[in-house]
């Protein structure tokens, strides 16, 4: 079964418009979500909206509301806040082009397949995704949704586009004043060395099919078991290194360790004492 486009309208470069369809690139069918029940009868519980000191209240007299000291609001009616929302746009309009490994990671949100429209000639699509893939580039444009609007980067993926929404500057806490605690030491070059190896023993292609989500199998597992009154099967958890060693230690441990020393690293301190 195709899946539901999430969006359709065209994509522009200047005076070229591209007729595509958006259709979202992740999945949250396999998560499991719960209900909350009552145990004795077997219900599911529902909510009352409550003021305090007051009881139940209508649905028509609740309105929306933004603290801005504390326990004082400004409130917003509906319309008021539908009236601000943008016009929907059925054009993404490429106003900007940066290199593809220009934008930090921190930016992209979420990700959605670009293709064609299918009743619509195909070459104006192939000619943006291959000119973007030979000019290593990434398109940025907006687009408007639901009465938002967002920004968005678009770049060649496969025989396709793919269309990352990205997050504004001002929802990005700054990374600087993160880590402003993080406090500088100098390690020794044969650790540097160590760790190189140790990173270089592990490093392989990408795969995201040997990583599983063991939690949420084992979740759906009992699930069924129940429901079946079954036993419940045990899932396979990751499997741990037989030893479990701390880093640091190891790397002291090879630092000290007498005429073993690394040549790599000893090539590095001969180095540096020519060059002093």
Do not use: C
């Not at 490994?101 to 064609?116: A, K």
């Amino acid at each position: 079964m195709a899946a539901r486009a999430y969006w359709t309208g065209n994509i522009r470069l200047s005076l070229v418009s591209i007729p595509v369809e958006v259709i979202p690139a992740t999945k949250t069918s396999s998560k499991i979500s719960f209900n909350q029940i009552h145990k004795p009868s077997g219900s599911r519980i529902r909510y009352e909206k409550i003021v305090p000191g007051i009881g139940p209240v209508e649905t028509d007299d609740i309105v929306k509301g933004y603290e801005i000291e504390k326990g004082k609001y400004v409130l917003l009616e509906d319309k008021e806040i539908d009236d601000l929302k943008l016009e929907a746009k059925k054009n993404i309009d490429l106003v900007q082009f940066v290199g593809e490994n220009e934008i930090d990671p921190v930016y992209f949100e979420r990700p959605f397949y670009v293709l064609p429209d299918e009743d619509e000639e195909n070459e104006a699509f192939i000619v943006l995704r291959d000119a973007m893939k030979e000019t290593k580039t990434i398109g940025l444009g907006q687009i408007v949704i639901r009465g938002k609007g967002s920004i968005v980067a678009v770049k060649p993926y496969g025989k396709g586009l793919l269309l990352e929404t990205l997050r504004y500057a001002d929802e990005i806490a700054k990374a600087d004043k993160v880590f402003s605690g993080i406090k500088e030491v100098k390690p020794d070059d044969d650790m540097i060395d160590l760790a190189q190896e140790l990173i270089g023993r592990k490093k392989k292609r990408f795969h995201p099919e040997d990583f599983k989500d063991t939690y949420n199998d084992a979740l759906r597992e009992l699930i069924e078991a129940k429901a079946e009154h079954r036993k419940v099967r045990q899932i396979e958890a990751p499997r741990e290194s037989a030893q479990i060693i701390d880093l640091m230690q190891a790397l002291r441990k090879s630092v000290g360790e007498k005429g073993e020393g690394r040549s790599k690293s000893g090539k590095r301190r001969a180095r540096s004492h020519r060059a002093a």
